[in-house]
């Protein structure tokens, strides 16, 4: 069972798209303007996408993608009331007599409890509820082909998915970096589950470099993750990567969307991408004894005493991941 996935999975659980009528033009400008402006949109891509990215790579998916828990939990909820009370419950009490996704569940495992509060539920579920939110190029065909079969997992078509070549470099970069997190994030959670945040403290101290370094060599490529505040040293930003870091923190900050930043130098081809604070993130990184308890803060300071990773909120600016790789 996945903690620190299922987190992803509780999050992408939230996600749900109306798919009742089809909205002429005019409705559709509406609609996207509203949905520029409502919090459920932001809330959603903060803290489910870590584990329910519509551009997650297959092998490292930690949870489904949010546009099949959108479908299945329309099945049984047609009113945005009841959807968002199916949501709230599941996402609250998260368990295997609660679960009405079971292939999910076998293949993933229950994701774990999270504290958020219920104001952040709701917004992200009325969000799905109402708004068309993104999905794989592969997942429309997958769920016309496997009919009532839809809890079996999701699966992409070798012949959909792109070669590297044509694929534009800073999607490219942020394709590297979300396998990555996916990757870590799975094995974090599994550590989790199995040991408690403690011991995943353990995990991210003997274990983190080596995935991340596993996924380099996976995607012929220079991947880091550096910070302005960095847990381990060797995670320090230089001067240029703290210039995209403020840059990043001003763009969250005034609620806009980030994009990779994309830097071509030397015939090598560099990307940045920001990382971002969610609840799970905030059991090792959050206010001390407020979202990160004394006895987390204590293990902390002794496996990283020069630390600086502490004190975030939800949705701030944690560092960037730093991506280099051949023109």
């Not at 381990?232 to 005034?254: D, G, P, R």
Request: aromatic share 8%.
């Amino acid at each position: 069972m996945k903690n620190s996935l299922v987190l992803l999975v509780l999050t992408t659980f939230l996600v749900s798209c109306n798919f009742s009528n089809k909205k002429n033009t005019t409705d559709l400008v509406s609609q996207n303007i509203e949905e520029t402006d409502h919090p459920g949109k932001k809330l959603m891509e903060t803290n489910c996408y870590i584990c329910h990215s519509p551009t997650a790579d297959e092998n490292n998916r930690n949870a489904p993608p949010m546009i099949a828990i959108k479908k299945r939990y329309l099945m049984n909820n047609s009113t945005k009331e009841a959807f968002k009370a199916a949501m709230l419950n599941w996402i609250k009490n998260p368990n295997q007599d609660n679960a009405i996704m079971y292939g999910a569940v076998q293949r993933y495992g229950i994701m774990p409890g999270l504290a958020y509060p219920d104001e952040t539920i709701t917004q992200i579920a009325d969000y799905i509820y109402d708004f068309e939110i993104d999905q794989p190029e592969w997942f429309e065909s997958h769920y016309k082909q496997n009919g009532q079969n839809r809890g079996k997992g999701y699966g992409m078509n070798m012949q959909q998915k792109q070669s590297q070549t044509t694929v534009p470099y800073g999607e490219r970069g942020l394709k590297y970096a979300l396998s990555t997190q996916a990757v870590l994030g799975k094995n974090l959670t599994e550590s989790i589950q199995k040991d408690g945040v403690l011991e995943a403290l353990a995990f991210c101290n003997e274990q983190a470099y080596r995935l991340t370094d596993s996924m380099s060599v996976t995607h012929d490529a220079i991947i880091k993750r550096v910070s302005d505040k960095p847990r381990n040293q060797n995670n320090k930003a230089n001067t240029e990567e703290l210039k995209y870091i403020e840059t990043y923190k001003s763009i969250i900050k005034n609620n806009e969307q980030p994009k990779p930043i994309v830097k071509n130098i030397d015939n090598k081809i560099h990307v940045y991408y920001p990382i971002t604070t969610n609840a799970m993130c905030l059991q090792c990184h959050g206010v001390p004894n407020e979202t990160m308890d004394a006895k987390t803060l204590n293990k902390v300071l002794r496996l990283y005493p020069k630390d600086k990773a502490i004190g975030y909120t939800s949705n701030e600016v944690r560092g960037i991941w730093s991506i280099t790789f051949d023109k």
